[in-house]
């Protein structure tokens, strides 16, 4: 006989506002194999847990029916609760009367009846729930850390020094990301590479971290403990081993005029090249595209001048494979280019640059070290217009968000320049400015006050050229909308921070979830900001949402402690929700027809055959068993079942056609 | 499809969705506080993989007016690939509907993401007013005697 426990939350006033809990827990108190059925105020609360655990004990209960918020929340919570009475936590379930029905609906007697229909529905769930027990798996202690910039250099730094062995992989030849290209850093104006440099060469020289670079992820399966990472390796045309690094190559390499793009198009590389001086590793990759080898057949001159004979031109891509517990991604950001802006001519002028190219340009080890001249003439500007908000906050444009780093970076470009270029004048567009971190807004201040930074409040309209200006039209909203035009010499967009190119490609991959933006999703914006939804894998900077470093460096230690902590247990507790074979007594032993229909479905190959044989050891039939370490619970297996042998345990047949049928009688 | 102009009716209706895009989804929905109509109620599922379409019937058979299955957009299942047999089950679930007389209708299969709370309401208030036009759903009903499956002690 059951006995039921129902327990309605308030939520304070988030589902009492809307829904009558009282009389929730009346009509539920009369629900067949209902024994107690109360209501209160906070159940998640200490007391309120208190409240079901004292229950259980007093009432014997063999079921426990919370009615508050989404299982998403407080599941957990519940069940722990359940657990410490003594009840099995896999004969508790949540009712889901906050998301799903009081935060949706207006105050109404509709309201306050889905409510009871839900908690009837989930009361006759849990009737025919089954006490489980936990699976345990265990873990691979390594950690494969996806995007070497400051994130991924952050995060395997702290993995690698709590003890567990990091494989950091990352697609360009170096690592280093974006901050590496990066001139000073915000509010402290202090060197980026100074901070950054150290800490790539601490990444090389670690014992703990195996650093895989010009190499991407090319599969992922598995689950959390085990994931089984497939690299791709590609071809640097080189055997690294041989390769010191001298350099050799690089000077006599007769393709000398190809864009860089570390130094975003305003500096020139060779065919065979490393991004920048201090890369790490620091030693050449060959790029083929433009490379006379490639293209004619003939040159081969890096070859000639190798001293260790370590160049390899018929390299091809290789692969690697590697064990993980745990994946992190750490792929970034990138800001938003092309001619997304025909208003503003960038792509057209070459004078109107993103604010990627002018950290290039206020950068000592940039393509003018370090002094401000414009691309087209290498003239010193007299006066700069930077623009803010250039794609950001644009629903126009498709993006409705804030950039976040823009307002900041902006105010840091026209110091710089203020500082270097003293007799200039840089203005600066904004529509608002948001310093909101630790002395940022001190730092604008700054700007204005100290540096004479022109602030218009205002949008630009258009940027064209006029006797060799830029000719800027915005207009200046705290002078009642009067028109503004300025000659500039040269324009700055603070052009919106995007989602890395291919993450969406990699998101698939590894089965995470993201949003319209292509922005990797947390598992919750709150209280799981470094997780995916995807146990064991786990995020951590720009990848995720456009972040400062101080912010992204936070993020990344974060997810490395998530890690570390994860790694701290030798197995690992998994929800025992997977799919069974139902078994029966002989001669039989299971309904299973052996059509296996199922194992082409699963999408995990948890699916094989099973011999069931008899004492004498002749098969007596094959059917189908399910690994319980593969498996991770979808259920495709179950309805595919023609036989209805495959059971899923949480969510079983006799589960869900309870919960249909007490969905619909009494409505 | 068959209409019926019955202004009053407010039709019942199940939602099948999965754990990890629409029912998160769903409570997306709700902490944005956007409203919708009270018609629709949520069972869960960890994957549309795992609706046994004959659920589907049986929600029929005990006096559902309309259905809602919704999972996770194509390539973002949680399970690689659960959502993909739960749409290829429907293409031909659909036509055994057709042929058997019932308004094909009265199913609506929609993909919402963890992310779309607003789109959840706007599948939930579209499908209620489609099948609010469609009636009461009771030839099916008419069919098939209740409670095969008995009270648990």
């Known amino acids: ?667 | 499809m068959e209409t019926n102009n019955t202004n009053n009716f407010e039709p019942k209706v199940v939602a099948f969705v999965c754990n990890w895009c629409t029912y998160a989804g769903a409570d997306l929905t709700g902490t944005s506080r956007i409203k919708y109509a009270t018609n629709v109620k949520i069972i869960r599922f960890p994957c549309t993989g795992r609706i046994d379409f004959m659920l589907l019937m049986k929600a029929f058979a005990n006096g559902a007016d309309g259905i809602i299955i919704s999972g996770c957009h194509p390539n973002d299942c949680h399970y690689t690939s659960g959502n993909f047999h739960a749409r290829r089950r429907w293409m031909i679930f659909r036509n055994l509907l057709d042929f058997i007389g019932m308004d094909v209708n009265r199913i609506v299969f929609s993909w919402v993401s963890a992310a779309e709370g607003a789109k959840w309401a706007e599948v939930v208030n579209e499908s209620v007013d489609q099948f609010r036009q469609l009636g009461p759903a009771t030839s099916y009903q008419k069919l098939i005697k209740n409670s095969e499956f008995q009270e648990v002690e």
């Open chain 1, 1 to 667: 006989m059951a006995r039921i426990g129902v327990f309605i939350c308030h939520c304070g006033e988030n589902i009492s506002a809307t829904v009558d809990c009282e009389k929730v827990a009346k009509v539920a108190s009369e629900f067949p194999g209902v024994t107690v059925s109360v209501d209160y105020k906070y159940m998640c609360s200490d007391p309120g847990q208190n409240m079901v655990k004292e229950a259980i004990l007093e009432h014997n209960l063999t079921g426990v029916v919370v009615s508050a918020c989404s299982p998403r929340m407080h599941e957990p919570t519940f069940r722990n609760a359940c657990a410490e009475a003594g009840l099995n936590p896999f004969l508790c379930e949540m009712a889901n009367i906050r998301e799903h029905c009081s935060w949706v609906h207006e105050k109404s007697d509709a309201t306050t009846d889905k409510a009871i229909d839900i908690v009837r529905t989930l009361v006759e769930k849990v009737k025919r729930n089954e006490a489980l027990a936990p699976i345990y798996v265990p873990i691979t202690k390594t950690a494969v850390v996806i995007g070497g910039g400051v994130a991924g250099i952050q995060a395997s730094l702290d993995i690698a020094d709590a003890g567990h062995k990091v494989v950091l992989v990352e697609r360009e030849p170096s690592i280093g990301g974006h901050m590496s290209q990066l001139s000073e850093t915000f509010p402290t104006l202090d060197c980026s590479q100074c901070i950054l440099t150290p800490r790539m060469v601490d990444v090389a020289r670690h014992p703990n971290i195996t650093l895989y670079t010009y190499a991407e992820i090319e599969s992922v399966d598995g689950s959390i403990g085990n994931f089984n990472v497939k690299i791709r390796l590609k071809s640097k045309s080189l055997d690294e081993k041989l390769c010191t690094g001298c350099g050799a190559c690089i000077q006599k390499c007769p393709v000398k005029k190809i864009p860089s793009e570390f130094e975003q198009g305003l500096g020139k590389r060779t065919a065979i090249y490393v991004p920048f001086p201090q890369a790490v590793p620091n030693k050449p990759v060959i790029d083929r595209v433009n490379c006379t080898y490639y293209i004619k057949g003939k040159c081969k001159v890096c070859e000639i001048v190798c001293p260790t004979k370590a160049i390899r031109f018929d390299q091809e891509d290789s692969f690697v494979e590697v064990q993980a517990g745990a994946l992190l991604l750490a792929t970034g950001f990138d800001v938003l280019k092309t001619n997304f802006f025909p208003e503003y001519g960038y792509g057209k002028y070459e004078d109107v640059i993103d604010g990627l190219a002018f950290e290039r340009l206020a950068s000592a080890s940039g393509p003018t070290k370090g002094e401000i001249r414009r691309p087209s003439d290498g003239e010193i500007p007299k006066k700069i217009v930077f623009i803010a908000c250039a794609g950001s906050r644009d629903p126009a444009k498709g993006i409705e968000y804030c950039s976040k780093i823009c307002c900041m970076y902006t105010a840091k470009h026209a110091m710089l320049y203020k500082h270097k270029v003293h007799e200039g004048t840089p203005y600066i567009f904004y529509m608002d400015i948001r310093a909101t971190g630790k002395m940022y807004e001190e730092f604008v201040r700054r700007a204005i006050e100290e540096d004479e930074v022109k602030y218009i409040r205002g949008r630009v309209s258009q940027v064209y050229e006029k006797n060799g200006k830029l000719i800027v039209r915005g207009v200046d909203t705290l002078l009642m909308g009067q028109p503004v035009e300025i000659e500039a010499d040269m324009v700055v967009l603070a052009t919106a921070g995007i989602a890395s190119p291919g993450s969406e490609e990699l998101a698939q991959k590894l089965h995470v979830s993201y949003d319209k933006h292509k922005f990797f999703s947390e598992a919750h914006p709150k209280l799981k900001p470094v997780e995916t939804n995807t146990a064991g894998i786990y995020l951590a900077g720009a990848c995720q949402s456009t972040k400062d470093i101080p912010e992204t460096v936070a993020a990344a230690s974060g997810a490395a402690a998530k890690i570390a902590g994860l790694f701290s247990n030798d197995l690992l507790k998994r929800d025992p929700l997977i799919a069974v074979v139902k078994k029966c007594a002989p001669p039989l032993y299971s309904s299973c027809t052996g059509c296996f229909m199922c194992i082409p479905v699963c999408p995990y190959q948890a699916i094989d055959k099973e011999e069931i044989k008899d004492r004498s050891g002749n098969i007596i039939k094959t059917i189908s068993h399910i690994n319980p370490g593969l498996c991770q619970g979808c259920g495709t297996c179950v309805a595919f079942c023609k036989s209805k042998s495959i059971d899923i345990l949480g969510y079983n047949h006799d589960q869900v056609c309870a919960e249909v049928e007490a969905l619909l009688n009494e409505w």
